[in-house]
């Protein structure tokens, strides 16, 4: 069952004439509408799709991503966007209407992306290089003669 996301509005505006907070409820077929809308459910669907697929192909090769590659990510974003205070996370998670754990995931799944890429293709790319090194080399010691 999917749950309505509540989203709470403070504009300025409003903090000057009501100082009260707006509760605006939006409801999943509202999303997906909106999406459709857009023209961009179609993206999202590819996405979610291949984040399903990456899941899969990792797991069937064995890659995971350890609880301390999550947190050395989650700190470079927080040195990133100078989050220095826990309260400074808080707020920015609570910005973006994000749990800790959604937040958590979302590097989980950029970081097995990255894990599963490397592990994929990086013997095509070492070959690409060394390719293009020899063939470097060879130009090199032919207009050196």
Not at 85 to 111: C, F, Y
């Amino acid at each position: 069952v999917i749950k309505p996301i509540i989203v709470f509005y403070n504009s300025f505006l409003e903090k000057i004439i009501m100082n009260k907070h707006l509760q605006i409820i939006l409801e999943p077929d509202e999303i997906i509408n909106f999406f459709k809308s857009k023209v961009k459910l179609k993206e999202i669907c590819i996405n979610i799709a291949s984040q399903k697929i990456i899941e899969k192909v990792a797991r069937e090769k064995g890659i995971n991503v350890t609880t301390e590659e999550i947190e050395i990510e989650a700190n470079r974003q927080r040195r990133e966007k100078r989050l220095e205070k826990a309260s400074d996370t808080v707020r920015w998670l609570e910005q973006e209407m994000l749990t800790p754990l959604d937040w958590e995931v979302g590097i989980r799944n950029h970081l097995l992306s990255q894990k599963l890429a490397s592990a994929l293709f990086a013997k095509e790319v070492e070959q690409f290089f060394c390719t293009i090194a020899y063939s470097l080399n060879k130009l090199l010691c032919i207009s050196l003669w």
